[in-house]
Nanobody, 126 residues
Framework: QLELEESGGGLVQPGGSLRLSCSASGFTLADYAIGWFRQAPGKEREEISCISSSGEVTYYADSVKGRFTISKDNAKNMVSLQMNSLKPEDTAVYYC???????????????????WGQGTQVSVSS
């Protein structure tokens, strides 16, 4: 089974930044598209970003566009999500996951996921 692990969450003040990481062991992340979604208490899951296996195609939800950047570091076998200008509404548990549809389709079709990690908590509060 392909397993992912998220890290990098924490408590940050509004306007601050965090960098989340998604790591894998036993397989190469460069071979897979990876997505990020978040889940806040009482709210629906929100799919926020995706990067294709090649890294050439990315997707961002409108809620994070211009603030978040997804990237792949093949040397470290890692996908990162750089989050800037954080807002209280960004508070959620963040998961990286294997999407079942290509990133290029996320604009038109709600993605589903094969599996995901245990999540990392991001809290934005003053």
């Amino acid at each position: 089974q392909l397993e992912l692990e998220e890290s990098g969450g924490g408590l940050v003040q509004p306007g601050g930044s965090l960098r989340l990481s998604c790591s894998a062991s036993g397989f190469t992340l460069a071979d897979y598209a990876i997505g990020w979604f978040r889940q806040a208490p009482g709210k629906e899951r929100e799919e926020i970003s995706c990067i294709s296996s090649s890294g050439e195609v990315t997707y961002y939800a409108d809620s994070v566009k211009g603030r978040f950047t997804i990237s792949k570091d093949n040397a470290k076998n890692m996908v990162s999500l750089q989050m800037n200008s954080l807002k209280p509404e960004d508070t959620a548990v963040y998961y990286c996951a294997f999407p079942l549809i290509p990133c290029s389709m996320w604009n038109s079709d709600p993605p589903t996921f094969a599996s995901w990690g245990q999540g990392t908590q991001v809290s934005v509060s003053s």
